[in-house]
C-alpha cells in the first residue's frame, strides 16, 4: 500500500501564497497521474490541479494563473504553488495518485492538509 504524506498547509493572509508537498512512499513503474484535490465546507471534493508522469499539467478554472503544480518523479513528490490566495481557497487538500500497472489499476489518497486564507 503506498502512502501519500502531504505537508505544507497553514493559515494565511489573502493575497498571500502556500507550497503544498505530497511525497510518496514508494515508486510505482508506469504511467499515472498526480494531483491535488480541496473540500471546502460543505462542498465536494474537486480537483485543482493534476499532473502526469510526462508532465502534462490540467487546472480548474479556479486556480488557474495563480497555482502552479509540478513534480520530481525521482524523489516521488508533487508540488503546488499557490499564489494570490483567496477565501474561497480555503479547503482541506488532498493528494493523489492514480494509474495502472500490470496488477491492474490503483487509487491512492493523503490524509489532507488544511488550507485557510483569511480575509
Known amino acids: 500500500q503506498v502512502q501519500l504524506v502531504e505537508s505544507g498547509g497553514g493559515l494565511v493572509q489573502a493575497g498571500g501564497s502556500l507550497r503544498l508537498s505530497c511525497a510518496a512512499s514508494?515508486?510505482?513503474?508506469?504511467?499515472?497521474?498526480m494531483g491535488w484535490y480541496r473540500q471546502g465546507p460543505g462542498k465536494e471534493r474537486e480537483l485543482v490541479a493534476d499532473i502526469t508522469k510526462g508532465g502534462t499539467t490540467h487546472y480548474a478554472d479556479s486556480v488557474k494563473g495563480r497555482f502552479t503544480i509540478s513534480r520530481d518523479n525521482a524523489k516521488n513528490t508533487v508540488y503546488l504553488q499557490m499564489n494570490s490566495l483567496k477565501p474561497e481557497d480555503t479547503a482541506v487538500y488532498y493528494c493523489?495518485?492514480?494509474?495502472?500497472?500490470?496488477?491492474?489499476?490503483?487509487?491512492?489518497w493523503g490524509q489532507g492538509t488544511q488550507v485557510t486564507v483569511s480575509s
Open positions: 493523489n495518485k492514480r494509474g495502472a500497472t500490470t496488477r491492474g489499476p490503483y487509487n491512492y
Open positions: 514508494e515508486n510505482i513503474f508506469g504511467n499515472n497521474a
